[in-house]
Nanobody
Framework: RLHLVESGGGAVEAGGSLTLSCTASGFTYGSSCMGWFRQAPGKGREAVATAYSGGGRLYYADSVGGRFTISLDNAENTLYLQMNGLNTGDTAIYYC??????????????????????WGQGTQVTVSS
């Protein structure tokens, strides 16, 4: 199984920015789907942004499009989420998730949560008005 460790969460005022990082280890071949999901208080977990280590297959939730940017540094096995223009609706626990792929095929990558079988412990993001 993959080991995922998130960092970078915290408290910020509305309009501010944060960058989340997720360092991963234990890949089988290096091919993976990776993504950020979040769970706000009293709500279910939702996909925020996902990507494929081979490039492309980007997904952004409508609520974050144009404000958040997902990126993957394959050399460092690190996933990032640059979050700009934060609002109170972005307050949530943010989870890094991954699918360790056995082939170089990103067709599984996307926002479907149940496909992701490796999860970090989460990092809290709190946005105040």
């Amino acid at each position: 199984r993959l080991h995922l460790v998130e960092s970078g969460g915290g408290a910020v005022e509305a309009g501010g920015s944060l960058t989340l990082s997720c360092t991963a280890s234990g890949f089988t071949y290096g091919s993976s789907c990776m993504g950020w999901f979040r769970q706000a208080p009293g709500k279910g977990r939702e996909a925020v942004a996902t990507a494929y280590s081979g490039g492309g297959r980007l997904y952004y939730a409508d609520s974050v499009g144009g404000r958040f940017t997902i990126s993957l540094d394959n050399a460092e096995n690190t996933l990032y989420l640059q979050m700009n223009g934060l609002n109170t609706g972005d307050t949530a626990i943010y989870y890094c998730a991954a699918i360790d792929l056995w082939v170089w095929d990103g067709s599984q990558c996307g926002p479907t949560e149940h496909r992701y079988n490796n999860w970090g412990q989460g990092t809290q993001v709190t946005v105040s008005s």
